[in-house]
């Protein structure tokens, strides 16, 4: 119905910069909110940033002032523009869409199949 593809992901050494793109398609009938999420080894996955179709964005503590998220609504693209990157940013980058697809009634969370970053020297 609705899928998500994620790219941009990779090995940076600290203080570099990264973009993650993903991009919705299927049969989609409208997408409200877009984000991002991480889970690194032996943690549980974490909110990075979300932006609705109206443009509100929201940020976890950790990457506030390092990152940017940003939406294309005609292309059904989220964006996340990572900066002065850590080691502790290393983990698998899920995007996620709150979406409805054509013929339901009702909106529901898709998931990505993840793109690994890798923050090391």
């Known amino acids: 119905q609705v899928q998500l593809v994620e790219s941009g992901g990779g090995l940076v050494q600290p203080g570099g910069s990264l973009r993650l793109s993903c991009a919705a398609s299927g049969s989609i009938f409208s997408i409200n909110a877009m984000g991002w999420y991480r889970q690194a080894p032996g943690n549980e996955r974490e909110l990075v940033a979300t932006?609705?179709?109206?443009?509100?964005?929201n940020y976890a503590d950790s990457v506030k002032g390092r990152s940017t998220i940003s939406r294309d609504n005609a292309k059904n693209t989220v964006y996340l523009q990572m900066n002065s990157l850590k080691p502790e940013d290393t983990a698998v980058y899920y995007c996620k869409a709150y979406a409805r697809a054509k013929g339901s009634r009702y909106s529901y969370d898709y998931w990505g199949q993840g793109t690994q970053v890798t923050v090391s020297s």
């Open positions: 932006i609705t179709s109206g443009g509100a964005i």
